[in-house]
């Protein structure tokens, strides 16, 4: 079983949608959770950042966390074309270490 | 602020020459840089840790010999691909944290194709 797990998509959705991204986990010494966006052919790119359980938002996203399902959750409000990447979930465990474990991604497209 | 860069983005070069890839922190010191490989539509593989002035710690199975990393200053971190091979291709992407924040800064990737 892997440590985190990540439905790879892809995920296609119209204009304006609702959309949500998930990943589960197994460790439960993860206490930081970040979702990440890539476009194709460049580097990650840090959209939210989140300790511990509890919601976070930014603008159209929002971030969920449940350590106990050990469950974690993207929202995107109002979806755009520009929207269109892959989202990655990366989790830690507290001080002594700054690896990540990713997830495999999710490729979303949106559809004008 | 929180800019990571690298350089170059794209190098093609014959089997068996060694290639050095460049990762600069711009707007703040990374007290630790992380080298990733990323094979096509899959996720980001932790390749190593290095912290600033002292060796790398390597994940199990990336041989140090092959993928040398150099992390000299604060703002600068290389990783060398010796003696490249065409399974070497793919694309190199690090990240960089510093002192006050918590999570990881990526750079913009390089792509490197053995021929």
């Known amino acids: 079983q892997k440590e985190v797990e990540q439905d790879p998509g892809p995920l296609s959705v119209p204009e304006g949608a609702i959309v949500s991204l998930n990943c589960t986990y197994s460790n439960s010494a993860f206490q930081y959770f970040m979702w990440y966006r890539q476009y194709s052919r460049k580097g990650p790119e840090l959209l939210m950042y989140t300790y511990s359980s509890g919601n976070k938002e930014d603008g159209r996203f929002t971030a969920q966390v449940d350590k106990s399902s050990k469950y974690i959750s993207l929202f995107i409000r109002d979806s755009q074309p520009s929207d269109s990447a892959t989202y990655l979930c990366?989790?830690?465990?507290?001080?002594?270490?700054?690896?990540?474990?990713f997830g495999t991604g999710t490729r979303l497209k949106v559809l004008a | 602020g929180a800019v990571v860069s690298q350089h170059p983005s794209w190098v093609i070069c014959k089997s068996g020459t060694s290639v050095k890839i460049e990762c600069r922190s711009l707007?703040?010191?990374?007290?630790?840089m992380f080298w990733y490989r990323q094979f096509p539509k899959q996720s980001l593989m932790l390749m190593a840790t290095?912290?600033?002035?002292?060796?790398?710690?390597?994940e199990q199975g990336v041989e140090k010999d092959k993928f040398l990393i150099n992390h000299a200053s604060l703002t600068l971190s290389t990783l060398t691909v010796t003696s490249a091979h065409p399974e070497d291709s793919s694309f190199y992407i690090c990240?960089?944290?510093?002192?006050?924040?918590?999570?990881?800064?990526f750079g913009p990737g390089t792509r490197l194709l053995v021929l």
């Open positions: 707007d703040f010191q990374a007290t630790t």
């Open positions: 990366a989790m830690r465990a507290s001080a002594g270490t700054y690896k990540y474990i």
């Open positions: 990240s960089a944290r510093g002192q006050a924040k918590e999570t990881q800064y």
């Open positions: 290095s912290n600033e002035g002292s060796k790398a710690t390597y």
